[in-house]
């Protein structure tokens, strides 16, 4: 699976949202400001999801939350959410054919 490098409409929206032109936001000074933002928040985010394993909460819903926020400026973060949306398929199917069996 090939992956895109930056999601364009990030740029765009920026754009509409504060009236900064593209020359501004293309600077290396906002360029390393966006991500180290975005890894502070993802990152943030995905911790607390992993917390949630432990304490209540829907860490299966806040942690692809903060891979999918991660994966929004890392190809890692993307490459882990693509895996974990993977497995969850193959865990679905297998729980689904164990009813299908048990129901003979």
């Known amino acids: ?61 806040v942690i692809p939350f903060g891979l999918a926020i991660l994966g929004t400026e890392f190809l890692w973060a993307r490459r882990l959410l693509h895996q974990l949306k993977r497995k969850t398929s193959e865990i679905k199917d297998s729980v689904q054919a164990y009813r299908h069996r048990s129901k003979k």
């Open 1 to 61: 699976m090939k992956y895109k490098q930056k999601p364009k409409f990030f740029i765009k929206g920026l754009e509409k949202l504060w009236g900064i032109s593209h020359s501004y936001l293309s600077q290396p000074q906002f360029k390393k400001v966006r991500k180290a933002t975005i890894f502070i928040v993802g990152f943030t985010v995905l911790l607390i999801g992993i917390a949630m394993i432990i304490l209540p909460g829907p860490a299966v819903i």
